[in-house]
């Protein structure tokens, strides 16, 4: 036999079990042997022959083994249910864990691994563009571009279809809500092949301009919310903007539209916004955010596909009309670029890649927490269970056996562990989902554990079982019988608590690491939240006023504004009110290119913020006056045109001047002159960021056309505002449709649940994590103590003082403790470039996060010693000397 | 397996994994075929053993470590496996030994007993 062949067969012997080859071998020499007693053909009739006994033999194999099995789960389930609370704490942590695990593993995959369920997703790509450096790609585009490719692409896509999502205004019998939708040229469910629970998608012929009735499709889950679901919604008719679209269809649950996190609740043809807005489908002076989706052919690369988009990008941007293009548009039209699609747009990826990416390591320290605890309590059991082991040893059970049983017991405790774990991990994922679905753009995920995430749960179970169940199996099953049963209990106690020390310590220092994290992102929550934003956000009310439809276009708003504040104000309490098209911290932001004479064009003048407003939106959102004056009443369409800067503006476009006075037009409309008449302070828009460049102009001298607003109201208490604040509007007039009514504090808490979400779960991993390392210090200490039982009792009784007692074991305490502190601190330190995107006003080595979460970790770990060290104290060295 | 049988299968295997290490202990080391010649001789051909039911027994004793099996050569020169008890199938020798002697002598007893 070959070496190899040799280990094996020794293998396959400390298993017990032979190969199949072996057995036979065996057979036909009992065989042979018999030929030799008496003749072949009497043999055969004596002793049977060689198949049949292979299938005995094998059948009893088998039986064996399975018999083996279901009695070692037997023994397994016997023993837990023996030690519940052992059985129950372990099962506990495990499944705290594993829960948290999966959780976040269900959120990773919903957000970040998910494929939209379309028909070859992977053929599917955004047409964008990009200047070929870092800066992100940018997805809009224009109705005629999208003409231009769609007719001269056709070699390198098999289609292309184009979509833009819109809040439409709905009226049904129950009355008037705001609801997502999007407009799609015909050919977008064919195209990507979206599935149908009722009716059916669009096809070409329903994007025809006139003459042909509107038709929509609706989501899942508005079939649920408004029709309940009724069976002969197909034909039903919602007025969408104005129209009465009739439904043909509804989508199956599952795809939700081109934008994880954003549900497209309507989805009407392309062609209905000739209705809704005219010029959107010829407008080619500007980008605007129409998404194009291209599939390409099977065999095309995406490289040729690119090159050709590329060249249609080229030539339409020299077309003559096009001039504005070069002129207006920043770098980031530069060239062509293909995205994929297969998983959607990239936002809310990019939003929450990172904090997910944090929260999937924290959680895997966690488990391996959890992991260190259960192999320290399993290591307490199988050492208080010698006895048990060393007899079932003595009357002649093979290591290897009572290994196995062990084994057995461990991977049920991991099984177990699992499946409360992936439960856990299904109210939890809930509850996550449940805060970031909250507000008017609250992100809605569905995350909801399905086979993916219950596979990674059954990974994780089984390795986690193996991780921690292993060592403490074999090394139970290397008890010698003899010295078990004579109980002493000294010679396996030095060896067993180094190991349980070097376990503790490792738990010391991957808390640490949690808590410093933890720290360092609720101190970021803390900053992100408090910091001033140069306006008053106490006492502010904000609601959205929707007029599109009605008969207050343009002309008109400044008077329903001026008449709702005066509603308003007549109510006690209210100090001010205004109207704007943009609040501070809002996720709306309108953008425009400024040109001011006698200046040279700047790339920055192209892009700044413009907020119109009314008289009276400084004094109401608290932003103070440096120079000059606010916007006031006597600014009407009549007088002369005026604007507002805001300091960094100001500082920007007119460096040591007084701008009060100067005049600037907008590039849109180059002659119109309009003169400044004050600066104000600055207000930031998004809190992490600097406050953003912003002119303001006067409602009442609006430019363009709008239809939506933002009013606001500063008042001591708006619960009856809250209440009667569409009762107020629709006295001034029943079309105008209130909706997103929010305090600022809310409107702030909205802006920062990604920061709130990193507190709230890395908060919660580090508790956890300190719970269980404290448990597992206490288990270490207490068993110190008990082993020592006797020679603690000797020393008190030689005239040791009980102070020298407590103080012994808290110093055995502070061995663990402190190189675990020191090893977490390193830790610490090394890693914490991982969470330096997440963090506002700290740096991630904050010297102040990491001294409090030594002192947390330390003072807890105290607490924790103290009880086996005062036990340890009280001990009665008379008791102890007598039972000697 | 029907239930009846297992039953029997069991009773019958409990004996002759005792008549096997007996065989063993008193003879040393045999193999398969040596062993079921020697418990056909020693019954006086009440039994008869085919290799289906031996070698699930000597494969049990073997797994539970109770005798060990070695690949050697017969007198013949032929090559076969010999199984030679181990210590603990010496043990368990003695326990089932004492256990049938007394379960034996219950029986007798009672059969026996006296109206």
Known sequence: MTTRRAWVGRLREWLGRRSDADLEAELRSHLELAAEDGGRRQARLRVGDVPRAMETLRGVRRFAAWRDVVRDLRYAVRSLRAAPTFTIAVVLTLALGIGANAAIFSLVQAVMLRRLPLTDPGQLHFIAHGSGTPRPDGTSSNYPYFERLRSQSTDVFAGITAATSRRFKVSTDAGVEQVRGQYVSGNYHALLGVRLAVGRGFSVEDDRANGVPAIGVISAAYWARQFNRRPDVVGQTITVDGTPVAVVGVTAPGFDGLDPGATVDITVPMSLMARHRPGFLDAHDGWTSLTLVARLKPDVSVSQATARTDAILQQYLREPDNVWAIQHSNDNFRQALLLPAARGTAGLRTQYGT??????????????????????????RASARRKELAVRLSIGATRGRVARQLLTEH???????????????????????GLLAQGRNGVSIDAQPDAGVLLFTTIVSVVTGLVFGTVPALRAARVDPLLALKSAVRHHRHARLTGRRLLAAGQVALSLALLVGAGLLVQTLKNVRTIDGGFQRDHLL?????????????????????????????????SSGSCSTMSPVDTRAEFTGLHLPDRPETPEARGIYVNVVSAGYFQTMGIPVRRGRAIGAGDTGAAEKVAVLNESAA????????????????????????????????????????????????????????????????????????????????????????????????????????????????TSFGVVALLLCCVGLYGVMAFDVAARHREIGVRLALGASRLSILLNVLRQAAIVAVPGLAVGLGLAWSSSKILEGLLFGLPPRDPVTLLGACLTLGLTAAAAALVPARRAAQVDPARVLRAD | MPNKDAAKADVLQGTLDLMVLQTLATLGPLHGYAIAARLEQVSGGAIQLNMGTLYPALMRLEQQRLVRGTWGTTETNRKARFYALAAAGRRRLAAERAAWDRMSSIMQRVLDAPE
Do not use: K
């Open chain 1, 411 to 433: 991977a049920l405790i991991a099984a177990i562990g699992g499946g409360v774990g992936f439960a856990l991990a299904g109210w939890g994922t809930r509850a996550v989902v």
């Open chain 1, 651 to 762: 500082a920007f476009f007119f460096p040591g001047e007084d701008p009060v006075g100067r005049t600037l037009s907008f590039i849109r409309r180059p002659d119109t002159m309009i003169r400044i008449v004050g600066i104000v302070g600055d207000a930031r828009h998004d809190l992490r960021d600097d406050p953003p460049r912003m002119v303001y102009t006067a409602l009442t001298q609006i430019q363009g056309a709008t239809a939506a607003l933002t009013a606001s109201v500063r008042a001591v208490d708006f619960d009856t505002i809250r209440a009667e604040l569409r009762t107020e509007v629709r006295a001034l007039s029943p079309a105008v449709v209130v909706n997103a009514v929010r305090t600022m504090e809310e409107q702030i808490d909205e802006e920062v649940v990604r920061e709130r979400l990193l507190a709230i779960l890395s």
């Open chain 1, 542 to 574: 904000l609601f959205g006023l929707d007029t599109s439809g009605t008969s207050f276009q343009a002309a008109g708003l400044p008077q329903l504004c001026g008449d709702l504040i005066e509603r308003l104000r007549l109510r006690p309490g209210v």
């Open chain 1, 355 to 380: 904090p997910l990416g944090v929260l999937m390591g924290m959680v895997a320290v966690l488990l391996v927490i959890a992991c260190l605890n259960i192999a320290n309590l399993l290591t307490v």
